[in-house]
């Protein structure tokens, strides 16, 4: 499997002008959790155009669908009307793992996540990033071991932020 180059990814988004908002583990670590991540989780905004931007971005990362038993992935025709079937994509593209989310557990998705959102610089680009607290509710909501795992590390991490700690 490809190694994780999270700035391809995020190049790759940006240069076709997505429109998402980064979560899960990588959203974590930016706002100073030490936990490490294997892949990039975003969600998208689910607007037509944006979804078509999307699909020239992954096409161009030669994405394919992640499922059990292919760790390379299967091919998938992505395009603006494919992604509608799906509350989430699992893929394995050239830079190493992504995963769409169009409604993160505990979330209505992009229109929500993007109120709170925080811009970080990354790579020197202009990324939207979920609040922690988003992170902590949709992983709180998803209950999958891995998440729950992280919980306390990452309620730890709020608790420092509010008290001004680093």
Do not use: W
């Not at 931007?53 to 669908?65: F, N, S, T, V």
């Not at 994509?89 to 109120?115: A, H, K, N, Q, S």
Request: charged share 30%; net charge negative.
């Amino acid at each position: 499997m490809p190694a994780l180059d999270i700035e391809r990814i995020l190049s790759t988004l940006d240069r076709h002008g997505v429109d998402y908002v980064l979560i899960g583990g990588l959203a974590a670590r930016l706002h100073g959790s030490p936990l490490l991540t294997e892949d990039v989780d975003i969600t998208p905004s689910t607007e037509r155009e944006n979804l078509r931007r999307l699909a020239e971005a992954i096409k161009e990362m030669d994405a394919e669908l992640r499922v059990a038993g292919a760790p390379e992935g299967v091919p998938f025709a992505f395009d603006e009307r494919s992604f509608g079937s799906f509350t989430s994509m699992t893929l394995v593209t050239r830079f190493g793992f992504l995963d769409l989310c169009f409604r993160p557990d505990g979330t209505r998705g992009y229109p929500e996540l993007i109120e709170a959102a925080e811009t970080y610089e990354v790579y020197g680009l202009a990324i939207s990033v979920a609040s922690l607290d988003d992170v902590i509710r949709s992983k709180t909501a998803a209950g999958r071991e891995r998440d729950l795992q992280a919980l306390p590390t990452l309620r730890a991490l709020k608790t420092r932020l509010e008290n001004g700690e680093q």
